[in-house]
């Protein structure tokens, strides 16, 4: 019933069900809070973390798949393109809860750490699995592109 | 909707209103500065809005819930700008639950946000308490240097006695100010020499909100806390007839298996020990009081209120005689579907309970009526029951629930346990879809008509829609005449000259529980009276912008911000081939909003929302961009709802469970928004609300145009 990853460069060990959500894993036992919950299914992004450098729905991946791997939250942001995303989102007063923006934020990043110079289309690619009931969509655009703009 | 609190309860204008309530909220604070303040700050509080600490933070105390729409912004502006503040100094935390210190102006005894209405009933509070506070740190730097107080000068954080020379900050003065009577009398600033506000000032909150500090009532973690989930009725009003917890108690880390009045309680020590437990319960439910019809059916039933008279909510002329003389009338149906809030972050609260105190954390939106709740649960006095505010991720009214239903919910989880834990309820997101409060399911009948002017004769106007306020604690005050106010604004104080007019309303009775929804009754009274006026102009052959613009006399403010969002979307000048644009103006919750919105349709009929152009007229702009912001975001929010979010019932059961099937606006659907702000010297009024009633109108005008028929329903895409 233990499960061990790296979680934001540290090595940790969980005792928990291996069926249990990454998601609850790491908010309810491991104790990082900025990972949000938002639909369970996969559908919203809320929950967006980085698995590997992937994106990836932290709700519908079981801890036992991270077995072993590298995990980002937003509580280990670290790249250079991530702190840009962060910057940028400051900077333009991205949100309005506030509550997807870690997800919306993990997104950002990964896309930006593959694609330096993302296409409008290459953001709805990437962006159209976060939802944000605030509807804060122009602002995250405009700060991807603030961000690729400062990395160039 | 809360402003018709204000209306109806108090009924007295907003000047007396601020005045009053200013003064008299200002004189209890500085007298009864919170207990916590003074426990926990390095300097005694100077008053109940402002602590300004030794070390010389600024810390606002706001009354209102932050759920996004940025009141902590807006509120510490204020009060900085008279205090001569330096903005990065100030911080904000939430006020302790009390209607005596922290009650909204604009809603009475009770301590809540809503209606749009912080920035409005604190303007004039906030500004007299930084100015209050200002002066007595300015006394207490005469006191200090021996100077006279007038050759004082205060600026960003800096107190200055130029004559010789000496300088200092707050925090240096601020435990003998706090010393110091409070001024009976304060000279507030001239707006012309505001600093702060109409300034562009970064959020307060964006740096937590970006790097996953910000803490909601989801992030709240106690020594020993439980999570709970609860498992509730398929149908509403369906009740616990009896449940097997033999199989939910045998999965690992499920605590407690117990029955409260909304369901059955699965309570564990993590998340997903408590929702397997939920899953492994067998719950039997006594449904013979349930709700039973479907959305089908009740549309069928509103159809037949529609043709019946109903209570008058508004009349001026005579209907009839209007319509016998007026040359040619147009009627129409518009039908909308019951909507979920869905703010990101499901309803959840933490309670912990003692035999003598609850404490208590959420995103409250209704701090005070929530208190008085909760004691009532909990069997204890409302002083003993402390309320935490912290983030709400989202609301747009779901959290202000006048039966406080998950706050409730909560204390009787923790009261069912015998209070052996602190327990964080949470509702995921199908019961969040599930769980009713929806916008009223509404159907409107119309009918005008038009006189050899073109101009329209007559105007008469059914609404049929739950009410939302039938059976809460406001009923009684509300509801006057068998009009609630929240069912009819928007239509019943239309701003058109129209000599013979009549708004008529029914509130049938149905079992599903509903709410205030982003701007509640605006959400459809805003739809099928932008679309008639349009429909009405078009059949008279004028322009729909010059068309308002000639009805819209004595209402100069919906004229300026319509002709204004007309002007900057180029309204009138060829488009190219495929594109169409439409208007709307409302006023909602006093600010005045009007949106021309730009709509790309396609050959085989399906259409995108490319651009949309709004004008906002919110009196002064505490801060422009938190302004924009929230047009943008409440034109976001409209649209999502005006394409494709609806709840539907079959049998009396939610068809929709999660975003698969409710299915909010992502962002390859969100338009670009140009947001303009008329200048203004007015006392500011709401932003959060007004952005979002003219967006669905818009876009169905446009369609309308383009595909030569009318939209009579919503949403857009069934």
């Known amino acids: ?152 | 909707m809360l402003q018709d609190i204000v209306k109806a309860a108090f009924a007295p204008s907003r000047r007396t209103l601020l005045k009053t309530g200013a003064a008299t909220a200002l004189v209890l604070g500085f007298h009864l500065a919170p207990r916590r303040a003074f426990a926990e700050a390095a300097a005694p509080a100077p008053n109940a809005f402002v602590r300004i600490g030794a070390d010389n933070t600024v810390t606002v105390i706001a009354k209102h819930l932050e759920m996004g729409q940025g009141t902590y912004t807006g509120l510490a502006t204020i009060l900085a700008e008279e205090l001569d503040a330096d903005w990065k100094q100030v911080r904000v935390e939430s006020a302790p639950a009390d209607a005596t210190r922290y009650n909204n102006l604009a809603m009475g005894p009770i301590q809540g946000t809503g209606g749009s209405s912080a920035v409005f009933n604190s303007f004039e509070q906030l500004r007299k308490a930084g100015a209050a506070a200002r002066a007595m740190l300015v006394s207490a730097a005469a006191q200090t240097w021996g100077v006279p107080p007038g050759e004082i000068t205060v600026s960003a954080g800096l107190i200055f006695h130029d004559k010789s020379k000496r300088n200092g900050n707050f925090g240096q003065f601020a435990t003998a100010a706090a010393k110091l009577p409070v001024p009976a009398e304060v000279k507030l600033k001239d707006p012309e020499t505001f600093k702060l506000i109409g300034h562009e000032l970064p959020r307060v909150d964006t740096v937590a909100k970006t790097t996953g500090t910000a803490q909601f009532a989801h992030d709240v973690r106690l020594p020993g806390m439980l999570t709970a989930v609860v498992a509730r009725a398929p149908l509403f009003a369906a009740t616990v007839k009896s449940f097997d917890a033999a199989k939910a108690k045998a999965v690992p880390g499920v605590r407690h298996v117990v029955q409260v009045p909304t369901g059955v309680a699965v309570v564990a020590d993590n998340t997903w020990a408590a929702l397997k437990g939920r899953d492994a319960l067998a719950v039997d439910w006594d449904e013979s009081k349930a709700e039973t019809r479907g959305t089908a059916a009740l549309m069928e039933e509103y159809r037949k209120f529609a043709n019946q008279p109903g209570a008058v909510a508004a009349k001026r002329g005579d209907i009839a005689a209007g319509f016998a003389a007026g040359a040619k009338s147009f009627e129409a149906r518009f039908d909308f579907p019951y909507l979920a809030h869905a703010p990101m972050e499901p309803l959840d609260c933490v309670v912990r309970l003692t035999p003598t105190s609850c404490e208590i954390w959420a995103g409250d939106q209704f701090q005070t009526v929530d208190q008085m709740a909760a004691a009532a649960v909990a069997g204890l006095k409302p002083q003993q029951v402390k309320i935490n505010t912290v983030f709400a991720g989202g609301s747009f009214g779901r959290r202000a629930t006048p039966n406080s239903d998950y706050i409730v919910e909560g204390v009787a989880i923790a009261k069912a346990i015998k209070g052996a834990a602190p327990v964080r309820l949470i509702w995921t997101r199908e019961d969040d879809i599930r769980g009713g409060r929806y916008r009223p399911l509404t159907h409107h009948w119309l009918k005008a008509a038009l006189g050899a002017d073109g101009l329209p004769a007559a105007w008469q106007h059914r609404i049929v829609t739950q009410s939302i306020l039938a059976g809460t604690p406001f009923e009684a005050m509300l509801v006057k005449n068998g009009i609630d106010g929240t069912s009819v604004e928007g239509a019943s104080n239309l701003p058109y000259e129209i000599p013979h007019f009549q708004v008529e309303l029914h509130s049938p009775k149905v079992g599903v529980p509903v709410l205030w929804w982003r701007s509640v009754g605006s959400t459809h009274t805003a739809f099928s009276t932008e679309v008639m006026i349009d429909e009405l102009a078009r059949a008279a052959g004028k322009d729909p912008v010059n068309y308002r613009l000639t009805l819209l006399k004595g209402h100069g403010r919906h004229r300026d911000v319509l002709a204004l969002a007309a002007d900057k979307a180029g309204w009138g000048k060829e488009l190219p081939k495929g594109r169409f644009q439409g208007v709307a103006v409302h006023e909602a919750f006093r600010s005045y909003v009007a949106e021309v919105a730009e709509v790309s349709v396609a050959g085989d009929g399906s259409f995108k929302v490319e651009r949309v152009v709004c004008a906002v007229d919110c009196g002064i702009a505490v801060n422009p961009d938190v302004v924009r912001a929230q047009m943008e975001g409440g034109i976001g929010y409209g649209l999502s709802a005006a394409l494709a979010e609806q709840v539907t019932l079959d049998g009396g059961k939610v068809m929709q469970s999660n975003f698969h099937d409710y299915t909010p606006l992502r962002i390859t659907d969100m338009p670009k928004v140009e947001v303009y702000i008329v200048q203004s010297t007015a006392a500011p009024t709401g932003v959060g609300e007004p952005g979002v009633p003219p967006i669905a109108p818009a876009v169905a005008n446009a369609l309308a145009v383009a595909r030569n028929k009318p939209v009579r329903a919503l949403p857009l895409r069934t």
């Not at chain 1, 998601?23 to 919203?44: E, M, N, P």
């Not at chain 1, 590298?70 to 280990?76: F, L, R, Y």
């Not at chain 1, 870690?102 to 296409?119: F, R």
């Open chain 1, 1 to 152: 019933m233990a499960v061990s990853f790296t979680l934001n460069g540290k090595v940790v060990q969980l005792n928990v069900p291996d069926d249990m959500p990454l998601l609850w894993a790491i908010r309810d036992i491991a104790g990082l809070t900025g990972t949000k919950y938002g639909c369970g299914v996969s559908q919203c992004g809320a929950c967006t973390v980085q698995v590997e450098g992937e994106p990836v729905r932290a709700c519908s991946l079981a801890v036992g798949e991270a077995k072993g791997k590298k995990v980002v939250t937003i509580e280990g942001l670290a790249s250079k393109p991530a702190k840009a995303v962060q910057t940028a989102w400051q900077k333009l007063d991205v949100p309005q809860c506030g509550y997807c923006q870690s997800g919306q934020i993990m997104s950002a990043a990964a896309l930006l750490e593959k694609n330096p110079k993302p296409s409008d289309a290459d953001i709805d690619g990437a962006m159209a699995g976060n939802i944000c009931r605030c509807a804060t969509y122009q602002r995250i655009r405009a700060a991807i592109h603030a961000a690729a703009k400062s990395l160039a």
